[in-house]
């Protein structure tokens, strides 16, 4: 025994209020019912409309979800390219398409959870890069992924020219939206939602009424997305009510939906485990560092002094001691663990140097700075790389405080798991001059929608989508961008 994995859970909430249910086998997925314990952080509470409404969608999971007879039926259904009366769709299914970054994959599987669960769909998670393994299933008795036996064998190669997304085909009048109740037999069996972030106005009418009307009678939906989307659904009329009674506190709506579906493996638990009892457990506060380098950037000095401007003027962590240092050891010393995530080591290396180099102004805090990997470079596909990204994520949600970089998923899934609203370093206009302000706290919880649509569907045209309701804004660290309040 003594190991962090056998822990007695004692008292903690290990069901989170609710949101998780019970019943799983202990042994395929120990983070299910351990991470309470590693978060000081208890969370926001689920209500109890999602908790009710997430064990209907785990009930039609089972009913409906791969071995079943429905599967088998929806899929002859998809073979035969045809789709029959209403009466034979007592499932219908959402299949979501995994690619990009590990932070874009969990955004993008939450919102296609989201629209399921708004839909009454039964999501299904294409099993590319490495799904299965970075994740712990999160329906109990049943699977997300994706079987390898599905009809439409090219949907991970689905684009905005495949002639069946739902533009193409309001293009080609093979749908028409603005007529009422289209027969169910007249509807094509499938149709692909394209909400890549090249979509286009036509792809993001996804986000209308009218058009949901007619997508909801579709047996099969096939999606891409690398975005948050569900600021997008919001402006949906009749999905704005539900999230409503879903989420009385809006900006949760990742935060509950993250700790629901995204429990790491094993492998990865064992990774965020070791790495924490060894490096942040015995602090007295954690502070965590996520410095996103993007593309082939240089180490950059202003965005070492970004850092420690932000870090230092908002008391993150202590500012450093100018005059004669008086070597005296406060009684009170506080330890401060600061976990910093990057791609280069460069950054946390100068933050280690300054705070053993220099002392620091009040004399109390005992700073140690420590970066689980450097990986340089992003890599697509890899495993190891992927399972320490997903690894540092975590991580950095189970900190006290949380600093972004401006633009990355990475942090927002950090954010949204933690239940923190975090300091985002301001992406900056010249790569060699600090902005300022350094960084600003977010408003809310919620991941960014980075390529929300602009487009009044009632009216017709343009329309600036962060004004037409006061629950989503604008982000701050992108101005286009939209986002839960
Ligand atoms: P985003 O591009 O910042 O929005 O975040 P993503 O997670 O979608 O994609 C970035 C990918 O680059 C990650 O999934 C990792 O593979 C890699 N990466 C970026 N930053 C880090 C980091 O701090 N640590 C590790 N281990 N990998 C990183």
């Not at 599905?150 to 080609?172: I, K």
């Amino acid at each position: 025994g003594g190991s962090a994995l056998e822990w007695p859970a004692r008292s903690y909430d290990k069901l989170l209020n609710g949101l998780l249910a019970d019943g799983f086998d202990k042994e395929s997925c120990y983070s299910r019912y351990q991470s309470a314990m590693y978060r000081r952080n208890a969370g926001r509470k689920p209500s109890v409309y999602l908790v009710t409404k997430l064990r209907r969608q785990e009930a039609l999971q089972n009913r409906c979800g791969p071995g079943t007879v429905a599967y088998s039926n929806a899929l002859e259904q998809l073979k035969s390219g045809k789709s029959s009366g209403i009466g034979s769709q007592e499932c219908k299914y959402l299949v979501s398409i995994s690619y990009q970054g590990v932070g874009n994959r969990i955004l993008a599987t939450a919102s296609a959870f989201m629209y399921a669960l708004l839909t009454n769909r039964v999501l299904l998670v294409d099993p590319s890069n490495e799904m299965g393994e970075l994740f712990c299933e999160p329906f109990p008795n049943t699977t997300w992924l994706l079987p390898p036996e599905f009809p439409l064998t090219s949907y991970t190669n689905f684009s905005h020219d495949t002639a069946q997304s739902y533009s193409n085909m309001l293009r080609n009048k093979v749908l028409k939206a603005d007529v009422d109740d289209v027969p169910a037999a007249q509807l094509p069996v499938f149709t692909y939602i394209h909400l890549h972030h090249d979509a286009t106005q036509d792809d993001n009418l996804f986000f209308c009424d009218e058009d949901q009307r007619l997508l909801r009678n579709i047996p099969w939906l096939v999606m891409r997305t690398d975005s948050y989307i569900v600021p997008g659904l919001f402006l949906d009329m009749g999905f704005r009510e539900k999230l409503t009674r879903l989420f009385p506190e809006l900006d949760t709506v990742f935060h509950h939906l993250g700790r629901y579906l995204f429990h790491p493996s094993n492998h990865v638990w064992g990774l965020i485990t070791r790495y924490y009892d060894a490096y942040l457990a015995w602090a007295q506060q954690r502070v965590g560092i996520q410095v996103r380098v993007f593309g082939s950037e240089s180490n950059s000095p202003a965005l070492l002094e970004q850092i420690t401007m932000c870090t230092q003027k908002h008391g993150l962590l202590p500012e450093l001691h100018t005059g004669v240092e008086s070597i005296v050891r406060a009684a009170n010393q506080k330890s401060k663990a600061v976990l910093v995530t990057s791609l280069k080591s460069w950054y946390s290396e100068k933050l280690k140097s300054m705070y053993w180099e220099h002392a620091v102004a009040t004399g109390e805090a005992a700073v140690s700075v420590n970066q689980p990997s450097h990986e340089e470079f992003q890599h697509y596909g890899a495993k190891s790389h992927d399972t320490k990204a997903w690894a540092e994520i975590y991580l950095l949600s189970l900190t006290d405080t949380l600093v972004t970089t401006a633009w990355s998923t990475f942090g927002y899934v950090a954010q949204g798991l933690g239940g923190m609203r975090p300091w985002v370093l301001y992406k900056p206009e010249n790569n060699s001059v600090v902005p300022d302000p350094p960084c600003g706290q977010d408003f809310s919880l919620d991941p960014c929608f980075h390529q929300p649509p602009f487009y009044d569907c009632r009216l017709k045209h343009w329309a600036d989508t962060g004004k037409v309701v006061p629950q989503v804004k604008h982000c701050i660290d992108r101005a286009w961008g939209l986002k839960l309040v």
